[in-house]
């Protein structure tokens, strides 16, 4: 599938009269934590591909596995427990990699493809990330996994940017090998494969930069400074901002900076993000993003007290699984009013955000900054909202697509990077972000009196759920 997204792509851009001949380098940002399994032989495929025929055409037989695990893939808690084991805990492990092991990081993936179906993995002569594989589809050969994205796997020590020895022992034999030596995310991998020059044009020396993932990718697409928050409103919910020292901790996750190799970022992922606000939408709002919008406009910041939760799968922040909701008296109810219910979501997911950011050391400060990116944010309401929570403005950037600016930007550094120019220089003619929502006056009086409480109520369904917290 994604293979062929990718010819779709560029037979489209052919089609609509793009100029790939002007193309001096690209790179490109894929999901985080999904992998790729290359079967024995495909990198021979690869270096020999026909410009007559499509890419799906000749990867067909290429790969071990034909289902690739995704970053939604939860099911390997067994083999979390046992790379923390491995490594003596959770915090360790989480100062190593910069993250306790989570189960839809790669390493635990790859464990358990390797103790469920040991055939296939030895098979398979090189695992890629999913930004690494669509990196070798332009390459024609096996492209490294980038620092920033390697960080998500649970197998790369953030501090020495080397895979840990222990955790991939932990994980797979041989694995090693068939992840081959990660790299600055800034490098210039290669030039594009002879196949892109002859069946579209490129330029035979176009440069391929690194891939990496795609909140890397936001957060330089963004051009995030030190003291903002990005906020991203895909699929998932994400929320990440730039850090010079790590502190890894037993919640949320510290990468290697996509843009900066000595400097960090951090980031923290909710599951129940836009699918959720799409399934509060159907059943309170008619299926309708401008329903939703009125019972936003209808309703009181606050929301006369009443607060909800709303998680139909497993959350990833906080670990709580279904729908909760309480009135203004902190009772448990069954239901709510629908424009309730619209702003009960929304201000919760929001204060949620708000919470564990301030749980990693995240302040508001007066001159912080929220930027806004992903689907959701093209609606204003929502924002207001965000605004509204955090006490900060919101700003957006003119596309949505921060993910795949980012990566035109880190194109356009990596023909730079070679000569040690900053990042944040080559970017600096960029469009600025415009302002999309101002706190309300009186909004923080309101949340500084509803957070604490809605920390509270996440703690209570917490020990309910797993018991008092120690
Ligand atoms: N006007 C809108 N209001 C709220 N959410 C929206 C709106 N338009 C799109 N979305 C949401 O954006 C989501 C897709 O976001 P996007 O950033 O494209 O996703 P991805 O995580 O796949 O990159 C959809 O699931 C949809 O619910
Ligand atoms: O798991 C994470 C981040 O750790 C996700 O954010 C994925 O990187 C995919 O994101 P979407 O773009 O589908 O929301």
């Given at each position: ?214 909140n890397?990718?936001s957060l330089?697409g963004m051009?995030l400074?030190?003291?903002d928050i990005a906020v991203s ?5 994400t929320l990440f901002l730039w ?22 970022m951090?980031l ?101 900054k929220i930027l806004a990116t ?28 921060s ?68």
């Amino acid at each position: 599938m994604w293979v062929k997204a990718l010819d779709i792509i560029l037979e489209k851009m052919k089609t609509s009269g793009f100029d790939f001949s002007q193309v001096l380098a690209l790179s490109g940002a894929g999901q985080q934590h999904g992998s790729v399994y290359w079967k024995t032989g495909a990198s021979q495929v690869l270096t020999s591909l026909s410009p007559n025929l499509p890419l799906h055409e000749q990867l067909q037989a290429c790969f071990s596995i034909s289902d690739c695990p995704v970053w939604m893939d939860s099911s390997t808690t067994a083999q979390c427990r046992q790379l923390e084991a491995a490594v003596g805990g959770a915090q360790a492990l989480s100062c190593l990699t910069g993250s306790r092991a989570y189960e839809r990081f790669t390493g635990n993936q790859i464990a358990k493809i390797y103790q469920q179906n040991p055939e296939a993995y030895s098979h398979t002569e090189r695992i890629s990330l999913v930004s690494s594989f669509a990196a070798s589809l332009f390459l024609g050969s096996y492209s490294p996994i980038d620092y920033s994205d390697g960080s998500g796997m649970n197998l790369l020590q953030i501090q020495g940017k080397v895979w840990s020895q222990a955790c991939l022992g932990a994980c797979a034999p041989h694995l090693e090998e068939k992840l081959g030596s990660p790299v600055p995310s800034c490098s210039v991998v290669g030039a594009v494969s002879s196949y892109y020059v002859q069946r579209y044009g490129f330029p035979p020396g176009c440069k391929v930069v690194a891939f990496t993932g795609d909140n890397p990718a936001s957060l330089a697409g963004m051009r995030l400074e030190e003291g903002d928050i990005a906020v991203s409103l895909g699929t998932s919910d994400t929320l990440f901002l730039w850090l010079q020292e790590p502190t890894p901790a037993l919640e949320g996750h510290i990468f290697c900076n996509p843009v900066d190799t000595q400097h960090y970022m951090a980031l923290l992922c909710f599951k129940n993000g836009s699918l959720m606000r799409e399934k509060i939408r159907d059943e309170s709002a008619s299926r309708s993003w401008s329903e939703f919008s009125k019972a936003l406009q209808s309703t009181e910041m606050g929301n006369g007290g009443n607060l909800g939760f709303y998680f139909d799968v497993m959350e990833i922040t906080p670990e709580i699984v279904g729908r909760h909701r309480f009135s203004a008296e902190n009772r448990e109810v069954s239901a709510f009013p629908w424009d309730v219910e619209i702003r009960a979501l929304i201000e919760g997911q929001f204060m949620a955000k708000r919470i564990h950011a301030e749980g990693l050391g995240y302040r508001v400060m007066p001159k912080t900054k929220i930027l806004a990116t992903g689907g959701a944010s093209h609606n204003r309401d929502i924002l207001q909202v965000l605004a509204d929570v955090f006490g900060a403005p919101v700003y957006v950037i003119d596309t949505a697509n921060s993910a795949c600016v980012g990566s035109a930007y880190r194109a356009f550094h990596g023909l730079a990077a070679e000569t040690d120019v900053p990042f944040s220089e080559v970017v600096k003619l960029a469009p600025n972000p415009r302002l999309a929502a101002t706190p309300t006056p009186g909004a923080s009086q309101v949340y500084e009196a509803l957070l604490p409480q809605y920390a509270k109520l996440e703690q209570r369904i917490l020990s309910q759920t797993r018991g008092p917290l120690q």
